[in-house]
């Protein structure tokens, strides 16, 4: 059981758009900055976005980030199949248990 | 360019330590920009993010690994290791190292250490 909660799947048709949400609490994503992670099949996981909505160098605008209160939401635009992978968002945990916590990950599935 | 490279044996018997290092190259691990981590992905699931240290050998770990993970960092070798004891099969993973600045930005492309007699 994940700290943070993701749908276990999504899927849309590619140039459709489609947004995954990643839901904590006030320990975690309501005062901590949120990240997203691209996993390609049978690779390391890649970064997305950090702050919650910045992209690092060369990830396309296609890709963006938002955070409300105790959720965030990772909108991907103008799908293509090569989008297909797994999704995981991340932040710090500010509990008694701290540390860095992930979400159990979204399955993109372009149609 | 920073660029992570784990090594490591791949398979570790029961009850034994897991070590690992990781090699960072393309920059300094002394650089005071960045902590450093280990994560590691069970086959079929998700991301467990294990421990992360600073250069100046500060750390900070999953509440629920603490009592069996140590991580150390080599400035002299540009390297930082994990050591993971008394291992079961639920220690079977692909262990990633990565930079974490503002978040964790550069992964190396992990290795899969699979626990077992």
């Known amino acids: 059981q994940s700290v943070l909660t993701q749908p276990p799947s999504v899927s849309a048709a590619p140039g459709q758009k489609v947004t995954i949400s990643c839901s904590g609490s006030s320990s975690n994503i309501g005062n901590n900055y949120v990240s997203w992670y691209q996993q390609l099949p049978g690779t390391a996981p890649k970064l997305l976005i950090y702050d919650n909505n910045k992209r690092p160098s060369g990830i396309p605008d296609r890709f963006s980030g938002s955070k409300s209160g105790t959720s965030a939401t990772l909108g991907i635009t103008g799908l293509q199949t090569g989008d297909e992978a797994d999704y995981y968002c991340g932040t710090w945990d500010s509990s008694l248990s701290a540390g860095q916590v992930f979400g159990g990950g979204t399955k993109l599935t372009v149609l | 360019q920073l660029q992570l490279q784990e090594s490591g044996p791949g398979l570790v018997k029961p009850s034994e330590t897991l070590s690992l290092t990781c090699t960072v190259s393309?920059?300094?691990?002394?650089?005071?920009?960045?902590?450093w981590g280990w994560i590691r992905q069970p086959p079929g699931k998700g991301l467990e993010w294990i421990g992360s240290?600073?250069?100046?050998?500060?750390?900070y770990y999953n509440p629920s690994l603490k009592s069996r993970v140590t991580i150390s960092v080599d400035t002299s070798k540009n390297q930082f290791s994990l050591k993971l004891s008394s291992v079961t099969a639920a220690d079977t993973a692909v262990y990633y190292c990565a930079s974490l600045k503002n978040a964790f930005d550069i992964w190396g492309q992990g290795t899969m250490v699979t626990v077992s007699s």
């Open positions: 393309g920059g300094s691990i002394s650089s005071s920009s960045y902590y």
């Open positions: 240290i600073y250069y100046s050998g500060s750390t």
